[in-house]
């Protein structure tokens, strides 16, 4: 009995789990532990026998019930203590600091212009940025020949040899939205088309990737004297002040007559200032939309007129913000866009200061 004493009692101190601390438990106590077979042979003993081993065996049974109970509440104290030690969470620590994204100043002149135009009439239109060369050139009166396909610098999408499908390009400039707004609404229309535009071309003041604005204007009487006012109105609220235009005699195979379009500034100081001065700055390119591409857009020039203007959101966003290389708004650095980045409750004003 002492042997199965200090085999059971030293058994239990060593284990380690709770299932193992079972496991004896149905070894010795259990109803045909080692201790309970014991209990049976009692019956096969003399009387004075048993008035010996009998209370032993149930003192032994107490001793090592006990000692499972006591194991068990350490080992389940033990468990509970591992948990508290890996489960700790200080409450009261600071939170961890994110940095908030700023929008980027295209986006939020994108926005200043729809917002413009929008305020005088002009609904969004869109196209595609991948573009069949009918919309991109022939449909705005530029010939396959016509020197302003070789000038714009185009990027050809890639065929596979057989493929006979119409040729498409990157669109070099957001004009093949106008005949698609036109076929899709007809006229009477007032529509921006703001976009993504790709040339082959890089440096200081080119990307191959930029943004255009695009406006169209077609009624029964619209004229250049619209389009005057249009883009001073423009111009005005965009740059918070009144600003001058100058129109210049140009040429666009899309327009007739075709203007460009400066607007009044100074150079005082090395730094552009809109609006003051008597130096003046190129922005845009307009004019009266050609016959052959109201036709195109199916809207009959008999009885139809307006103006249309194509202008560099990235241009006019350098020089509202006195942002001084074109290429950084591409180049997705944070300490860039942190610096010329705009809050995103920060929003856009009409006729700021005028
Ligand atoms: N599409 C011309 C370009 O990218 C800009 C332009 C000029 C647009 C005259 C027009 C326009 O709508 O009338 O250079």
């Known amino acids: 009995m002492q042997e199965l004493r200090d085999k059971y009692i030293h058994a239990i101190a060593s284990a380690t789990d709770e299932a ?4 004896l438990r149905l070894a010795a106590v259990g109803k045909k532990g080692e201790i309970s077979l014991k209990m049976r042979e009692l019956g096969k003993m003399t009387p004075e026998e048993r008035q010996t081993a009998g209370p032993a065996l149930n003192a032994l049974k107490d001793e090592i019930n006990s000692a ?10 033990a468990a509970l203590d591992e948990r508290l030690q890996a489960e700790w969470l200080d409450v009261t620590l600071p939170g961890r600091d994110r940095r908030q994204g700023t929008i980027h100043p295209v986006s939020q002149v994108w926005e200043e212009c729809t917002a413009i135009f929008a305020d005088m009439g002009f609904a969004v239109a869109e196209g595609p940025q991948v573009e069949d060369d009918w919309y991109n050139f022939d449909a705005l009166n530029i010939p396959g020949h016509h020197p302003a396909r070789a000038e714009m610098d185009t990027f050809y999408i890639h065929r596979a040899e057989g493929d006979n499908r119409p040729p498409h390009v990157l669109r070099t400039h957001t004009s093949p939205v106008q005949i698609r707004a036109m076929q ?3 006229a009477p229309i007032r529509v921006i088309a703001p976009g993504r535009v790709y040339r082959s071309d890089f440096d200081q003041t080119h990307t191959p990737m930029f943004h255009q604005i695009e406006g169209l204007a077609i009624d029964r009487d619209i004229s250049m004297a619209n389009l005057k006012w249009v883009l001073e109105e423009f111009f005005s609220a965009y740059f918070g002040t009144k600003v001058k235009t100058r129109f210049r005699a140009s040429h ?19 730094t552009v200032k809109v609006g003051e001065g008597d130096d003046w700055l190129e922005v845009l390119g307009s004019g009266m939309v050609h016959p052959k591409v109201l036709q195109a857009g199916n809207v009959d020039p008999a ?18 913000y006195g942002i001084p290389d074109l290429r ?19 929003v856009p004003t009409l006729r700021g200061g005028i």
């Open 328 to 346: 950084a708004f591409f180049d997705s650095d944070l300490r860039w866009l942190r610096h010329y980045g705009f809050s995103a409750l920060q």
């Open 20 to 23: 193992a601390l079972e496991e």
């Open 303 to 320: 009885q139809w007129q307006g103006f249309a203007f194509g202008m560099g959101i990235d241009r006019i966003a350098m020089l509202k």
């Open 184 to 186: 899709a609404q007809g």
């Open 252 to 270: 666009f195979p899309f327009t007739e007559p075709s203007a460009e379009v400066d607007i009044q500034c100074s150079w005082e100081g090395g």
């Open 68 to 77: 499972l109970a006591a194991k068990k509440t350490a080992l389940s104290d």
